[in-house]
C-alpha cells in the first residue's frame, strides 16, 4: 500500500496557478535579461571609450605626460613647467571625486579651469580640443568624442 504524499505549503504556494502567474514570471525574466544586457552594453561602450581614449593619450600626451601618465615623458626635460603626473588627479580633490569637468576644461582650453593648469596651451603645448575640433571640420560630435574618451582614459588610470 503506497501512503499520500504531503507537500509542504510553502511548495505548493510557489506554483504558478493561473497564466497570469506564468506571464508575470515571464516579464520579470525579461526585464532582468533586459538590464543585464543594457549593463553588458553600458560597459562594453565605456570599455571601447577607454580604449580610444588611450589611443588618443598615446598619440597626443604621451610625448609630455609619460606612457604611464606621471609627467615623465621624453619631452618633459624639455619643457618650461614639468608636466603634472596624471596618475592622482582624483586624489588631490578634496571630494575624493575624478574632476572631469577640469580635465576637459584643460584638454579643451577653457580659461576658466585651474590656474596650476595654466602651462597648456600656447606656453608649452597645444590645447588639443582645438585640434581635435579642426581635424573634425562639421562634425563636432566626433570631436567631443575624441575628448570624452580621452577624459574617461585619465579617469580610468587613477591611483
Same mark, same amino acid.
Given at each position: 500500500m503506497k501512503s499520500a504524499t504531503v507537500m509542504p505549503s510553502h511548495i505548493s504556494e510557489c506554483t504558478p496557478r493561473t497564466g497570469e502567474s506564468v506571464r508575470w514570471a515571464a516579464a520579470v525574466g525579461l526585464a532582468i535579461g533586459l538590464s543585464v544586457g543594457f549593463a553588458t552594453t553600458s560597459f562594453a561602450e565605456e570599455s571601447s571609450a577607454i580604449k580610444q581614449g588611450e589611443q588618443e593619450y598615446m598619440t597626443h600626451c604621451a610625448s609630455c605626460h609619460g606612457a604611464t601618465a606621471e609627467g615623465n615623458g621624453p619631452v618633459a626635460g624639455s619643457l618650461k613647467n614639468k608636466p603634472p603626473n596624471l596618475t =592622482?588627479?582624483?586624489?588631490?580633490?578634496?571630494?575624493?571625486? =575624478?574632476?572631469?569637468?577640469r580635465v576637459m576644461d584643460v584638454i579643451q582650453g577653457n580659461k576658466d579651469y585651474d590656474k596650476n593648469f595654466r602651462t597648456h596651451g600656447p606656453a608649452d603645448m597645444p590645447v588639443w580640443g582645438n585640434v581635435f575640433y579642426e581635424e573634425a571640420g562639421e562634425r563636432s560630435s566626433i570631436a567631443k568624442a575624441r575628448i570624452r574618451n580621452l577624459v574617461e582614459y585619465i579617469k580610468s588610470i587613477q591611483k
Open positions: =592622482f588627479l582624483q586624489q588631490q580633490e578634496t571630494d575624493g571625486a =575624478f574632476p572631469s569637468k
